[in-house]
């Protein structure tokens, strides 16, 4: 399996090449288009100069030598009836009759004639601009043609010159890119020691990380749980049972948080893995592996910041805002969200739409969240929710919950035996408990096995 910094460094040179070709045809189009309208806009400014010198038709000979000497370029000069009188390139004797050339027709018509085409005549690729005249009373068409060839010469000097910048620019990009995963991967795997370590006799008790602002919470957060094992490993050490009990606490955590972090990041691997090798992988097929990728991201996120919360909450760190918050608008809202995953849930809710209560917001809505997606998993009915001013209630007929597992359930990492309670770290209930409390209100179930649970909330 390949490294993370390889991973990303794959990514972006694929990222980088498909950007570097995508600039430099828009670099080389872009160049090619200036080119052929400075070459035309050029064309057409030799052509007015050379028509404030034509008095006498007969010396142009010398002139389209001239040009075609000094500056490349291909001068011819036709009468109105199309026959060549003066040709820089060829003999005019042998050459056709204009009067029909496609710039030769627009001149007629427009202030100047305009084409880019083959000339069977010469046998090269011109850019040709004719301007019709009156000399002498007699009209004439004089015409300037430039070889594409040298034309595409200018561009692609320039155009080298342009994509050996970007080079240097994507190569430097490149280097940054593999510095900064280099050092990424230097940070997982120092918090993978460090959590290697947690299983071990010989715990360490501290890690720092200033390579972002979320690795330094993350390793601070792994710190504290590092720190609060090795507490109540030196607390219990004096006693044999309650040290085992500690032991045993310390290897359910660490189950729980691996076998949780394990499956999104199986997930993320083996998506990324498939995408890496199948470039030519169906679109429909693709789109759906990367939001396979986005959710499991979002999960191990998650599961970072119940962590977080069950540990401020254990420590008594975490801080309620107070403020007067809608009841009903609060329990609609997490229903809402809820019913994305649960589409086949119905749900009743019934109340005073006008109840309001002071808590925090953000902190009552995960106690309604954890209740509302706990009675979706466990029930195939309906869920009702039931609330007043002193209460709020909600109800399943789901499987139940035993008579012992209830006198558990609001411990931390506590899961049911035989299912997965709340949510799969075991931290759901604990929570709610903890938040209730911080609030001053307190968490009551009721529940018979195989008919259903309540779970209220005393307010």
């Known amino acids: 399996m390949l490294k993370f910094h390889q991973?990303?460094?794959?990514?972006?040179?694929?990222?980088?090449?498909?950007?570097?070709?995508?600039?430099?045809?828009?670099?080389?189009?872009?160049?090619?288009?200036?080119?052929?309208?400075?070459?035309?806009d050029s064309l057409l400014n030799n052509i007015e100069i050379l028509s404030f010198d034509i008095h006498d038709i007969s010396h142009l000979d010398v002139v389209a030598k001239k040009i075609k000497k000094t500056l490349n370029l291909r001068l011819t000069i036709i009468s109105a009836d199309g026959e060549v009188m003066i040709e820089s390139h060829k003999n005019k004797a042998k050459m056709d009759n204009h009067k029909y050339r496609e710039e030769i027709m627009q001149s007629n018509k427009e202030p100047y004639g305009y084409k880019i085409r083959h000339s069977k005549t010469i046998n090269k690729d011109y850019l040709y601009i004719v301007k019709k005249y009156s000399i002498n009373g007699e009209v004439i068409y004089i015409r300037l043609a430039k070889e594409l060839k040298n034309i595409n010469k200018e561009i692609f000097a320039l155009g080298w010159k342009t994509l050996f910048v970007l080079a240097i620019f994507f190569t430097f990009l490149i280097w940054i890119t593999y510095k900064m995963s280099s050092q990424l991967e230097h940070e997982i795997q120092k918090i993978a020691v460090f959590l290697s370590a947690l299983t071990k006799k010989e715990k360490t008790s501290y890690i720092r990380s200033?390579?972002?602002?979320?690795?330094?919470?993350?390793?601070?957060?792994?710190?504290?749980?590092?720190?609060?094992?090795?507490?109540?490993?030196?607390?219990?050490?004096?006693?044999?049972?309650?040290?085992?009990?500690?032991?045993?606490?310390?290897d359910d955590i660490i189950s729980a948080i691996s076998h949780e972090f394990k499956?999104?990041?199986?997930?993320?691997?083996?998506?990324?893995?498939?995408l890496m090798d199948d470039i030519n992988l169906n679109p429909n097929i693709r789109q759906k592996f990367l939001s396979k990728i986005y959710k499991?991201?979002?999960?191990?996120?998650?599961?970072?910041?119940?962590?977080?919360?069950s540990i401020k909450l254990d420590s008594g760190q975490q801080k309620a805002q107070f403020t007067t918050v809608n009841v009903y608008e609060i329990i609609n809202d997490?229903?809402?969200?809820?019913?994305?995953?649960?589409?086949?849930?119905?749900?009743?809710?019934?109340?005073?739409?006008?109840?309001?209560?002071?808590?925090?917001?953000?902190?009552?809505?995960?106690?309604?969240?954890?209740?509302?997606?706990?009675?979706?998993k466990y029930s195939e009915d309906e869920v009702i929710i039931n609330f007043n001013e002193k209460q709020i209630d909600i109800i399943d007929t789901g499987i139940g919950i035993s008579s012992k597992?209830?006198?558990?359930?609001?411990?931390?990492?506590?899961?049911?035996?035989?299912?997965?309670?709340?949510?799969?770290?075991?931290?759901?209930?604990?929570?709610?408990?903890?938040?209730?409390?911080?609030?001053?209100?307190?968490?009551?179930?009721?529940?018979?096995?195989?008919?259903?649970?309540?779970?209220?909330?005393?307010m």
């Open 7 to 40: 991973i990303v460094i794959r990514k972006f040179i694929l990222i980088f090449s498909i950007l570097f070709i995508a600039i430099g045809a828009i670099v080389y189009y872009w160049t090619k288009d200036f080119y052929i309208t400075q070459s035309r």
């Open 210 to 250: 200033d390579f972002s602002l979320e690795f330094s919470k993350i390793t601070k957060q792994l710190t504290k749980v590092s720190q609060i094992l090795v507490k109540k490993d030196k607390r219990k050490s004096k006693y044999t049972a309650k040290l085992q009990l500690a032991n045993e606490q310390k």
């Open 263 to 274: 499956n999104p990041i199986a997930v993320i691997n083996g998506y990324s893995q498939t």
């Open 296 to 309: 499991n991201g979002i999960r191990l996120s998650d599961l970072i910041d119940t962590l977080r919360l």
């Open 334 to 376: 997490t229903v809402d969200t809820m019913q994305v995953n649960y589409s086949k849930r119905q749900t009743i809710i019934t109340g005073d739409k006008t109840i309001s209560i002071k808590a925090d917001a953000s902190l009552f809505g995960i106690v309604i969240s954890n209740l509302v997606e706990n009675a979706y």
């Open 405 to 458: 597992s209830l006198e558990n359930i609001t411990q931390k990492f506590y899961r049911v035996q035989g299912n997965s309670w709340n949510n799969s770290l075991g931290l759901g209930l604990f929570l709610v408990n903890n938040i209730s409390k911080l609030h001053n209100f307190s968490l009551e179930v009721k529940s018979v096995e195989n008919e259903g649970s309540t779970f209220s909330i005393k």
